[in-house]
């Protein structure tokens, strides 16, 4: 599950790049603004008020009321970006398998840059966009 940004341009734009190129439907969204964002956040000890990167959880299971199994963990910033991208695989997972290379301080220092101007580069949303009808079922917070 990919928790992210409900109201910035780039995190949709993300969400919608996910979207395209998960063939094998294994990613499933929610906003971290939205009650089941704020429950997993709170569960693992993270503010979420605290909007400045999109996390991965690893173990979510939609079948489960309270959302994630006990041993679900997060990834965020950079850790979160390359496991999506290897879960796309293809070229993607190559990419995403290289950028792991990279040192995390540095990998992370490169996420920041673009996290701290994203609202400005790329928009922001008033209201967190609804998708499409075809994707709706992908969304857990709707």
Known sequence: M??????CGLCNRTVQFVVKRDQSDVFRFA???SAL???ILEKHGI???????FYVVVGFDA?????????ARLLARSDAVSFVLRELGGA?????GLFMM?????????????????????GRYEECPVPSAAD???FLDL
Do not use: C, I
């Not at 503010?47 to 990167?53: G, H, I, Q, S, W």
């Not at 079948?63 to 041993?71: F, V």
């Not at 990279?102 to 790329?122: C, E, Q, T």
């Open 2 to 7: 990919l928790l992210y940004d409900g109201v």
């Open 31 to 33: 906003a971290l603004q």
């Open 37 to 39: 964002g704020r429950r």
């Open 47 to 53: 503010n979420p008020a605290d909007l400045d990167t």
């Open 63 to 71: 079948s489960l009321p309270e959302g994630p199994a006990q041993n």
């Open 92 to 96: 993607w997972g190559f990419f995403g």
């Open 102 to 122: 990279l040192p995390r301080f540095v990998r992370d220092g490169m996420y920041n840059l673009v996290a701290r101007s994203r609202y400005r580069l790329f």
């Open 136 to 138: 709706r079922k992908r």
